[in-house]
């Protein structure tokens, strides 16, 4: 019982009581004492959470009630047409009343509807028997009427309760929609990847094949999840007078059920929802395919019934879809400013995940050959929320097409230099560095873009025709151009040449921050560079670091301080900067005596801020703290005073709390800034 409900408490309150810790060692003497006494051995025992009954193939189970499928909805009018006629048929059968004189039109009612409006979860289907309040079975949505017998695969999901809380009804039989978060779905094709195994195209794929498991040991090992949505037969002990009503019983019975799910009003009230659902969509821990609109009171419900297999009252309103076909027009492989080469394809645009998509990286030679994706294939390109478009699959090719493997070059394809092909790190790396031409277009870039120097006016096509015209060679090369040399040059003007000349000019006046930054050495990120330019008052001082004073920096481990060691090792490095600074280039050396330094409000703090803050950019709340006496870091480490949490916060504050770190919110940050001002 212990177990259940930590179970129940973790997985459908979110409110853990038991530590992971004590839940295992619990599991495990749970496990002890039915392997000394099997027959004490509950049949519904939470040890059946780790799986091990093994079928060699699944029976058939028929469903009590058959489960339907829903009607789509895939543009506002379609929606607007779904409420009008559910109005149209409540208003016949004489449950509504409208004021309205006009037939067609009865705003009043179309306003007024209650709906609840869900989350259509991108997931499988399961129908779950209960009878009295005990799990009996679970099947696949199969046909309709009958599916595939899941239970012992089921029974391994932590969310699905042995046991329903509260009184149950004699029977009852629950459905839901069994998913995988996309952390879930990572980890799950990490650990596949690395062990060899197929790996998954996209979450839903993946919750599929978990379930469909003959050995549900295995399926016990997947982070399987489940949302309860809907019911199907039930004794006459089961009463409810809405879907709301339902759902309130299903989160009593201790079924877990979206916290999205909101009952609204009108056809107004699922426009907003929707969008409401579109712009988090990109934010969720899971994949939606949509929201499902039923309508709430079951007796509407039942005047409307059903036409084939959809019912009535409900339908589903689709998002744009996250997967699409295209065809590959290409492959590239493109040279980065750290000689990193990243093979890319280039495909017939296509509107995916709401955006176009002509380009998608391909990663690595291994993900080539992985995918074995060829030029003239039909691919799949997947873009869910905010990450990047990836190709999962390739179409089936005909034979005919005759198309060829993808040979990945041995060369850099800008200097011809030989590859470096890292085994372990997958990086593939042109050894051309500095006659590498690529590498330098892009250290070029990297250096004016707008956090480094923020050189306006100086991107991708400029730098190319400065190149080309061998103006420059390397950044330092900046500072010698005049107006004159640059009007030779296409698209140049006096005036667009002039404003160029005093953009890399004014790029002068820096902080040391942005130079260290803007020098490209690898690893060398802004938080990196802001660190070097607390502890260092000079290039000279960098230059003459060894690895163990590198070290010693916050945030500086020995990756880092190797890649800068090695940096200013390279004469021809020191000569560029030392041409920089020859140049003009300078920052001020903010000489904080030490007695100022230390009667600033936050001196000794050392805080990380993580995810996004509502009243200002984190940069901002982060140039504040600074401002304050604070350090800022980037990663949570012992040394970590406070960490500042926004909106969505990502593994830094699960850190914190593991380390016993105080963590502020927005507001309680805003009121210690306060309080440290006023103090
Ligand atoms: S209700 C009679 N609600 O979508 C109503 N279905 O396209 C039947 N689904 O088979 C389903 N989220 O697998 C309902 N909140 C939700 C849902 C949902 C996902 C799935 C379910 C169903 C399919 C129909």
Redesign the pocket.
């Known amino acids: 019982m212990e177990l259940e409900d930590a179970n129940y408490r973790y997985y459908v309150l979110d409110d853990p009581s038991l530590t992971d810790i004590e839940f295992d060692r619990r599991m495990r003497e749970l496990s002890q004492l039915e392997l000394n006494d099997p027959e004490l051995k509950n049949p519904n025992s939470p040890t059946n959470k780790v799986g091990g009954a093994v079928a060699d193939r699944f029976s058939s189970i028929q469903h009590l009630q058959a489960?339907?499928?829903?009607g789509?909805a895939f543009s506002v009018e379609e929606l607007r047409a779904f409420v009008n006629r559910v109005c149209r048929r409540l208003l016949d059968a004489g449950l509504v009343k409208t004021t309205s004189t006009k037939d067609t039109l009865f705003d009043d009612l179309t306003t007024e509807l209650e709906f609840v409006a869900?989350?259509?979860?991108?997931?499988?289907?399961v129908n779950i028997l209960y009878r009295d309040g005990v799990f009996e079975s679970a099947a696949t949505?199969g046909d309709g009427v009958s599916g595939e017998d899941i239970s012992q695969n089921v029974k391994t999901i932590r969310a699905v309760p042995m046991k329903l809380k509260g009184a149950a009804p004699e029977y009852i039989e629950v459905?839901g929609?069994v998913f995988l978060s996309h952390d879930g779905f990572a980890k799950l094709n990490s650990m596949q990847l690395s062990l060899g195994d197929k790996v998954f195209v996209n979450p839903r794929n993946a919750a599929a094949g978990s379930l469909r498991q003959l050995d549900s040991a295995v399926t016990a090992s997947r982070p399987l999840d489940i949302?309860f949505?809907?019911v199907g037969a039930h004794s006459d002990d089961f009463t409810f007078i809405s879907q709301h009503d339902l759902l309130g019983k299903f989160r009593d019975f201790g079924l877990r059920v979206?916290p999205l799910?909101k009952q609204v009003k009108g056809f107004g009230g699922l426009q907003a929802y929707y969008q409401e659902l579109a712009l988090l969509r990109a934010k969720l821990k899971h994949d939606?395919?949509g929201?499902?609109y039923?309508v709430n009171l079951i007796s509407q419900q039942q005047a409307l019934g059903y036409v084939a297999r959809?019912?009535r009252w409900?339908v589903?309103h689709k998002f744009p879809a996250q997967e699409e076909r295209t065809k590959v027009l290409g492959i590239d492989v493109q040279v980065g400013r750290t000689g990193a080469i990243t093979p890319v394809a280039r495909l017939t645009p296509v509107f995916v995940g709401g955006v176009t998509v002509s380009n998608v990286t391909l990663h690595n030679r291994d993900e080539i050959e992985r995918l074995d994706v060829r030029v003239g294939d039909e691919v799949i390109v997947r873009r869910a929320g905010d990450v990047i478009p990836q190709i999962v699959k390739v179409a089936p090719r005909l034979k005919s097409q005759n198309l060829m493997p993808f040979k990945f070059p041995e060369c850099c394809p800008d200097c011809g230099s030989p590859l470096h092909f890292d085994g372990q790190l997958v990086i593939i790396r042109c050894t051309g560095n500095l006659v590498c031409g690529a590498q330098q277009k892009e250290r070029i870039k990297h250096f004016a873009s707008r956090r480094a120097m923020d050189i306006e006016g100086l991107g991708d096509k400029v730098v190319e025709q400065l190149l080309v015209a061998q103006l420059i060679v390397d950044i330092a090369d900046l500072y010698t151009l005049d107006v004159d040399s640059l009007k030779v040059l296409e698209r140049f003007a006096e005036k667009s040449a002039q404003n160029l000349i005093v953009a890399i000019s004014e790029s002068r006046n820096t902080t040391f921050a942005r130079l260290i930054y803007a020098l490209g050495i690898m690893h060398v990120g802004e938080v990196t560079a802001r660190q070097f330019s607390l502890e260092f008052t000079s290039i000279k001082d960098i230059q003459a670091a060894s690895i163990e004073e590198l070290i010693a920096i916050d945030d500086v481990g020995l990756v880092v301080a190797e890649s800068i060691y090695e940096f200013f090792a390279l004469p021809a490095n020191n000569k560029v900067v030392s041409r920089l600074l020859g140049a003009g280039v300078t920052w001020p050396v903010t000489e904080i005596s030490e007695s100022v330094q230390r009667t600033l409000p936050l001196v000794g703090e050392v805080v990380v801020v993580t995810g996004a803050l509502s009243k200002m950019a984190r940069s901002e709340a982060q140039q504040l703290l600074r401002d304050l006496g604070a350090k800022v870091t980037g990663s949570v480490s012992k040394k970590t005073t406070r960490v500042i949490v926004g909106d969505a916060p990502g593994s830094k504050a699960t850190k914190a709390q593991q380390l016993g770190i105080p963590i502020l919110s927005e507001s309680e940050f805003s009121d210690w800034l306060k309080q440290k001002q006023a103090g």
Request: glycine share 6%; aromatic share 6%.
């Open positions: 489960m339907l499928s829903l789509n869900e989350p259509k979860l991108d997931g499988l289907a949505r459905r929609e949302y949505y809907g979206s799910v939606i395919d929201v499902v039923k959809a019912p409900a589903a």
